[in-house]
């Protein structure tokens, strides 16, 4: 058991934000597979404040408790109203998660997600004021730091930890390198042990082992799992149970993912309607069957040939017919497509 703030955890996985993927229905799904806490995806402080309307579903959600709500924005008046919006919108918000570590060039642009970290002082600023605000606990998202040569992580952490953040999560990586290469779990080796408040560690969680190895180097609370868990729900329970057991659970079966890959989309279309389900479930669908040998045409069958539940269905069956039994493959990395990087 860990804490948010008063919030009891129990459980090591944190359902990373994923802008564009951890939809309502995306962590609805994945919460039964192990999910301690789940984020939302990143929302404007000004689309909440000016209640714009395609921003409410950012921040609605039923019972999948605890959720916090990231926002994202340059200003800690706007954010402190934000919060105070978001509440009135939503009662059962549990926790506000603040972007400080979000890459994207018109993200950065207005001082917003990772620029925030050029101002380690504006971080506590911010979180100060969320946390009068909302009378629920605050959390911060950050990276390493702007550029190799500015890894400020630990003045950040310093100042967020002064202003009363109540749990911090780390991405290992810099601005710089947004998602791409090895990130630096090296450089937080025992971070955790100099916090004051829980820490939950990010970058390259494909696999039950490198949750462990996460954890063993930095002493974090719980792991963050974001894309290795799109279309690889099981991970999640790979890891839950590892560490609550120590146990390691074999993969899934190709006819698991199936069945998986089908309640997702169902959800996805019960959310936000089929058409543009179908235009998600393009990007999602390949991913269940990522780690599956002999399968890269249906890859590619199932990114653009699927426009209904009928022509979804209709494949994945065909995938089940020829290897259900099979197990996806070891970690998934080899065969698993390039991760989704957002555009610039
Ligand atoms: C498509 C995509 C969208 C993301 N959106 C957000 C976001 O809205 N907020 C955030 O804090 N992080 C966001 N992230 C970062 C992830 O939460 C995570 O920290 C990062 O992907 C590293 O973990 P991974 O290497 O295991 O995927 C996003 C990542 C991806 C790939």
């Known amino acids: 058991m860990w804490k948010i703030g008063g919030i009891s955890v129990d459980g090591r ?12 229905s995306y962590r609805d799904f994945m919460k039964p597979f192990g999910v301690a806490v789940s984020v939302t995806e990143m929302t404007s402080d000004m689309g909440v404040i000016h209640g714009i309307r395609r921003t409410v579903p950012y921040i609605a ?40 570590g979000c890459p994207v060039a018109k993200v950065v642009r207005n001082g917003s997600g990772s620029a925030l970290m050029k101002d380690p002082a504006k971080c506590g600023e911010i979180v100060r004021r969320v946390k009068a605000a909302a009378g629920v606990p605050v959390t911060a998202k950050i990276r390493l730091g ?3 040569s500015s890894m400020n992580f630990r003045q950040v952490i310093d100042e967020l930890t002064a202003a009363g953040a109540d749990a911090i999560a780390l991405h290992v990586r810099t601005r710089e390198e947004r998602y791409a290469g ?15 408040v ?41 890891i839950d149970r590892l560490f609550r057991t120590g146990e390691v659970l074999p ?9 998986w890959c089908l309640r997702f989309a169902d959800m996805l279309i019960a959310e936000k309607g089929e058409d543009a389900a179908f235009r ?3 990007s999602y669908a390949p991913r269940f069957i990522a780690g599956c040998y002999r399968c890269r045409g249906y890859r590619n069958r199932l990114s653009e040939e699927i426009v209904d539940r009928g022509s979804l269905v209709s494949i994945m069956e065909e995938i089940r017919g020829r ?15 390039e991760p989704y990087v957002p555009e610039e």
């Open 198 to 238: 829980p820490l939950i560690i990010s970058g390259n969680i494909y696999s039950a082992d490198d949750a462990a190895a996460a954890v063993r180097i930095t002493g974090a609370d719980a792991v963050m799992v974001a894309r290795g868990g799109v279309g690889n729900p099981f991970l999640v329970t790979q």
């Open 146 to 148: 702007w550029s190799a």
């Open 182 to 196: 090895t990130p630096h779990y090296d450089l937080a080796e025992g971070l955790r042990s100099e916090m004051s």
């Open 323 to 337: 290897m259900g039994s099979e197990r996806i493959c070891a970690d998934g990395r080899a065969e698993r497509p």
């Open 61 to 100: 959600f039923g019972d999948n408790h605890p959720t916090g709500v990231q926002l994202f924005g340059n200003d800690p008046d706007n954010l402190a109203e934000a919060a105070s919006r978001a509440l009135e919108i939503n009662p059962g918000i549990d926790f506000f998660d603040i972007n400080m």
């Open 251 to 259: 993969n899934p079966t190709v006819s698991q993912q199936v069945d």
């Open 13 to 24: 996985v944190v359902l990373g934000p994923m802008s564009g993927f951890t939809s309502e």
């Open 280 to 282: 998600k479930l393009r």
